[in-house]
């Protein structure tokens, strides 16, 4: 199954022009006017989040030039929690609809599908790990190989830094190996899961702790692939009765869900996770006005896995692949020669020094407010859900 089916032509409004909100409005209009009049602000507030929606998946699509760096996947969550806030103000403001079928139940699908992404979250943070002891091996090769230009590369420098690289490449593939296999074997880092309420700075920076936290860890058997395949199983557009009987609101949830599933992909695809893959089915009509831009960017993001050079990453991150890239050059290079280097081939170390010293600048800023901004979006997924469900719960209660 293609991850995304671009085919409209089976859902429920493919060959509607109109605002898919619309249809209730005619139909308000032509049983009560009074009642048409009176829901009208809740209509603009749906629409207003669907055309909010539509704007900040546009602004990440015409940022191609950035697609899957680290600054990127940043925007990314930040247009996520933009969404999410604002999809929890029209939650919260229509409490007295939640606990009405059939919206409790769309309602209840949405938050099953949220607990889902909480794992995905953990794994992406130690994701993120992963990459930071990558950069704490870049900085050994940076110190070994950065010289001036008057004090050329000697056989110790060359030797500490060809050491550097090899543990390095030797976490890298372990990291690959653990993103395209569920469960087995793998790297001991990608079993070093924990919670977002801990702080384990210190074991981070021990390659071989083990650490499993307490609660919200994933298990050595769990598989991101298949838990972005949960988040979209049965994700499908509402149809004209479900948006009638739900004054509209199966509208946004929709799109919410829709925004979540995306977010939970793009992660995956980008960061190295256990047993890492991008399939995932996704249909989404045409006529809803974020979908062009959505589809977009999955189809740049799908594009960029298919290039016989990302074939084999740990990730799809655009830094990744620079370390890639600059480490196999260096690599290369270093084995080739003996000090002292000649100039040319010092030359072209230097020159790749100077790329790869950019790429750890840019880990060094981005690293650790991506960790931040994962672990919020954790947080206000759960708070939302507590939220939802105390909402629903309390016309259950009597109150």
């Known amino acids: 199954m293609p991850a995304m089916d671009y085919q ?9 022009g ?6 209730r409005r005619d139909q308000l209009h032509t049983v009560d006017p009074a009642a048409a009049s009176s829901s009208s602000d809740q209509d603009q507030e749906l629409e207003a989040f669907q055309k909010h929606v539509s704007t900040l998946f546009s602004d990440l699509s015409s940022n191609s030039d950035e697609l899957l760096s680290l600054s990127w996947i ?31 139940r769309i309602v209840s699908d949405f938050f099953d599908r949220a607990v889902k992404a909480l794992d995905v979250c953990n794994a ?11 950069a704490a091996h870049l900085d050994i090769v940076l110190a070994a190989l950065s010289r001036s230009p008057a004090s050329p590369l000697g056989e110790g420098q060359i030797r500490r830094a060809k050491k550097a690289l090899g543990d390095l490449a030797i976490l890298m593939l372990e990291s690959d190996r653990d993103s395209s296999s569920s469960g087995g074997g793998g790297s001991i880092l990608s079993h070093r899961n924990r919670s977002f309420g801990r702080n384990s700075n210190s074991a981070a920076k021990d390659k071989k702790g083990h650490f499993r936290s307490l609660s919200w860890s994933v298990s050595r058997s769990w598989s991101a692939s298949k838990q972005i395949q949960a988040i979209g199983s049965n994700l499908n557009a509402p149809r004209g009765n479900e ?25 995956v695809a980008a960061i190295p996770c256990q047993d890492r893959g991008i399939q995932a089915h996704f249909s989404v009509p045409r006529n809803f006005s974020w979908a062009a831009a959505v589809l977009s960017l999955h189809e ?10 990302r074939k084999n990453s740990c990730g799809l991150l655009k830094e990744i692949h620079q370390i890639e890239r600059i480490t196999r050059g260096l690599m290369d290079v270093l084995d080739s020669v003996q000090a002292p280097m000649g100039e040319e081939k010092e030359t072209e170390v230097r020159q790749m020094v100077g790329e790869l010293m950019q790429v750890c600048e840019v880990l060094k800023e981005e690293l650790e407010p991506l960790e931040r901004q994962v672990r919020l979006v954790f947080h206000r997924i759960v708070r939302s859900r507590t939220e939802g469900l105390d909402c629903l719960n309390k016309p259950h209660n009597g109150e």
């Open 243 to 267: 948006i009638s009987a739900t004054n509209g609101l199966a509208v946004p949830v929709y799109t919410m869900s829709s925004v979540l599933l995306f977010a939970m992909w793009a992660l």
């Open 124 to 134: 992406v943070r130690d994701g993120v790990d992963q990459i930071r002891q990558w």
């Open 74 to 104: 940043r925007k990314l969550l930040d247009t996520f929690l933009i969404c999410q806030e604002e999809f929890r103000v029209i939650f919260l403001n229509s409490r007295p609809l939640l606990s009405r079928a059939p919206l409790d």
């Open 8 to 16: 409209s032509s089976s859902t429920p409004f493919a060959s509607i």
């Open 18 to 23: 109109r605002s898919i909100l619309s249809i």
């Open 300 to 309: 740049k993001i799908l594009e960029e896995s298919k290039k016989k050079e």
